[in-house]
């Protein structure tokens, strides 16, 4: 089984409709991240959480929300989605560190917005 | 701010070529770097680290080298196979989360 698991894999949507998107680990990681990825632009950190109770906004965090439900599970949620949010999302995690704590990631969820 | 700049692919090779994907960056710390790599329908894995200046990082037969004086940290590879077509990122960590990307570069290798 994979370390880290995003549901759903692919998503097609309407403007207007509200969406979440689910990641879970096992690798027991306290940190969590999302990241939007669209061609040309690299990954852009959307929001971060280095713990349950600690939830931060990265570069892009507008149109977003997250919950961290418990340590193993962070969510991405959109309110009401337009389409300039079709992109491939990923979650990712990495453990706590002095600085070179590389990053693991989910396999990504593509979501079209229509 | 802090950046990383990566050669825009993308980049096309024969089997058995020399690789090189170019990266530089801009931090005003002493930033850890990174190079992940992605294939088709998959997230980014860890590729290979280089945490100080002069460190090299290798791993499946590719190398990069943290180079402080020209603020680099190419990817090379001697001989590339049809198994390594992806997209590679190079990145950079500081502090306690600030991860940075480049926009990726594309590798095609041909048979």
């Known amino acids: 089984d994979a370390d880290v698991t995003q549901t759903p894999r692919n998503r097609i949507t309407k403007t207007g409709k509200r969406i979440m998107l689910e990641c879970s680990q096992t690798?027991?990681?306290?940190?969590m991240y999302w990241y939007r990825q669209d061609p040309g632009l690299g990954l852009r950190l959307i929001y971060y959480?280095?713990?349950?109770?600690?939830?931060n906004k990265g570069e892009i965090s507008d149109g977003y929300s997250v919950s961290r439900q418990a340590q193993a599970k962070f969510s991405l949620s959109l309110e009401s989605a337009i389409p300039n949010q079709t992109a491939l999302y990923f979650c990712?995690?990495?453990?706590?560190?002095?600085?070179?704590?590389?990053?693991?990631f989910g396999d990504g969820t593509r979501l079209s917005i229509l | 701010g802090d950046s990383v700049t990566q050669m825009e692919g993308p980049v096309t090779l024969s089997e058995e070529a020399f690789l090189t994907i170019n990266c530089t960056y801009t931090a005003t710390g002493y930033p850890s770097l990174f190079w992940y790599v992605q294939y088709p329908g998959e997230g980014l894995q860890l590729l290979l680290k280089a945490t100080k200046a002069d460190d090299k990082g290798s791993n499946k037969g590719f190398e990069a080298t943290y180079r402080k004086e020209t603020t680099s940290f190419h990817l090379e590879k001697g001989s590339v196979q049809v198994s390594d077509s992806a997209v590679y990122f190079c990145a950079l960590m500081w502090g306690t989360y600030k991860y940075i990307f480049g926009t990726g570069t594309r590798l095609k290798v041909l048979a």
């Open positions: 990712a995690t990495s453990d706590a560190g002095t600085g070179d704590q590389p990053q693991h």
């Open positions: 959480s280095f713990d349950v109770k600690d939830i």
């Open positions: 690798k027991g990681h306290d940190r």
